[in-house]
């Protein structure tokens, strides 16, 4: 992290700092501000320090109370919403259909919207009595139009305070118990919105540091640095007598944080990716800008292929990177990019071979794997087998032929050119080793 008098610049350091900033990156991002011409060639992130005075000083222009919420406040709470809920049509949706046999219908029904949801002034109890009456048509033989439809019904009823509801969602499932920054915000205090805004302002994020303690994460001491724990983030940071994954078993009970970093890295959730079986994915980087843009992709193509092995995602979004950007990656990017998987409280991490990454994020070979579009021969590349390439190329052309279908001709031509524009990015790799020891 560098900083000017008008400028703050962050480079990457560790995963979860980077997806911190990824994370912060895609509420700006929504609230329309122009992230792309803050990535920098060299990796870094510039951001304007007016616009930090700016999004906590702009309104959200939201219903009392919400209307004390600042512009960045309501977009990370949309957006968190967005990210874990998808819409509130599906949230109610997916909440209905989890009634299993015998179950209290009053459970989910007080799990799409709590009785004692009031603050200051705002309350819902006449939307609580109609959601009731819309319960007792739900049985556990209704079908699924039938679901979906008391679905939009009860959607239609909550509508009006639509904004409160996802505050109330979203300030419980991060600062809950067993949620992503436990006791970091205290979530009774959600009938109190200004005490959220207390919490993250323009003020308590750049408290200037008045010792030389460093910051773990930045490995600067700008600003206030004060030691993290359980506290924090429960299933990361370890307390002294008892490590975690994340430190390889390690307790660490003297890392510190400052106030900025610990702002970006309230955003780190933003940048996970839902896997299905409780799993999350971070396509980490030595380059915000590569970061920016793979785990973007990532999130497009989970969405659109619903591909749900790491590897397919991971090469997918290398291709669409290569194509959408026009660029291939240098040997040192290629060789540093990783999947962060979490499931659970666990954390691992996935990588695939360099030499499949210098493959996949040539320009030609990622137009030809996109062309193809076929499972089977992405995973052919990613295993390494390009002489399965050539034979399922000759096995399909026979059958083309045989059966005249101009389809697998035209696929087995194209298997061909792919194989042989593989077989130039080998040679080349071959040449500059070679040349590298002279």
């Not at 005075?53 to 960045?72: G, H, T, V």
């Not at 957006?79 to 015998?102: A, D, M, N, W």
């Not at 979530?187 to 959220?196: A, D, G, I, M």
């Not at 031509?413 to 080349?428: G, M, P, R, T």
């Amino acid at each position: 992290m560098t900083l000017s008098s008008s400028k703050l610049t962050l480079y990457p350091a560790n995963w979860l700092y980077n997806a911190g900033v990824v994370g912060f990156l895609r509420v700006l991002d929504a609230m329309g501000e122009d992230v792309e011409g803050m990535l920098r060639k060299d990796g870094g992130v510039e951001v304007e320090r007016e616009k930090f005075s700016k999004i906590f000083s702009e309104r959200a222009n939201k219903e009392k109370p919400l209307d004390i919420l600042a512009i960045w406040h309501w977009y990370f709470i949309e957006e968190t919403f967005k990210s874990y809920y998808l819409s509130l049509e599906e949230f109610i949706f997916s909440q209905i259909t989890k009634i299993p046999k015998g179950a209290q219908k009053s459970q989910i029904r007080d799990s799409i919207l709590k009785a004692n949801f009031k603050f200051d002034g705002v309350s819902f109890d006449e939307e609580i009595k109609l959601i009731k009456e819309k319960f007792k048509g739900i049985s556990e033989d209704s079908s699924e139009s039938e679901l979906r439809r008391i679905s939009e019904e009860i959607r239609k009823i909550i509508k009006p305070k639509e904004d409160f509801y996802k505050y109330r969602k979203v300030i419980g499932f991060l600062f809950s118990s067993g949620g992503y920054y436990q006791n970091l915000f205290n979530p009774s205090h959600f009938k109190k919105v200004e005490k959220f805004v207390e919490k993250f302002n323009y003020d308590e994020i750049f408290k200037q540091n008045s010792n030389q303690t460093k910051c773990f994460f930045c490995t600067k001491g700008i600003y206030k640095v004060f030691p993290v724990d359980l506290q924090f983030m429960s299933y990361l940071f370890p307390a002294p007598a008892f490590p975690n994954s994340y430190w390889n078993l390690q307790s660490h009970s003297a890392i510190g944080i400052c106030t900025l970093c610990k702002f970006l890295i309230v955003h780190h959730h933003l940048s996970l990716i839902n896997l299905p079986n409780n799993s999350q994915i971070f396509i980490n980087a030595p380059s915000f800008k590569i970061m920016w843009y793979l785990n973007r992709y990532a999130r497009e193509i989970y969405g659109r292929e619903k591909a749900e092995r790491v590897e397919q995602i991971l090469s997918m979004s290398l291709i669409e990177m290569t194509l959408r950007l026009n660029r291939e990656l240098s040997r040192w990017t290629a060789m540093n990019i990783e999947v962060v998987l979490k499931r659970g409280d666990e954390i691992n991490f996935f990588s695939l071979p360099y030499e499949v990454v210098r493959i996949i994020t040539n320009r030609k070979v990622a137009s030809l794997l996109s062309r193809i579009n076929r499972y089977d021969v992405l995973n052919l590349v990613l295993k390494g087998d390009f002489e399965g390439i050539l034979r399922m190329g000759e096995r399909m052309l026979r059958e083309g032929v045989n059966s005249r279908n101009k389809g697998e001709i035209r696929v087995s031509q194209k298997l061909f050119q792919l194989y042989a524009a593989i077989s130039d990015v080998l040679k080349e790799e071959v040449e500059y080793d070679r040349y590298n020891q002279l």
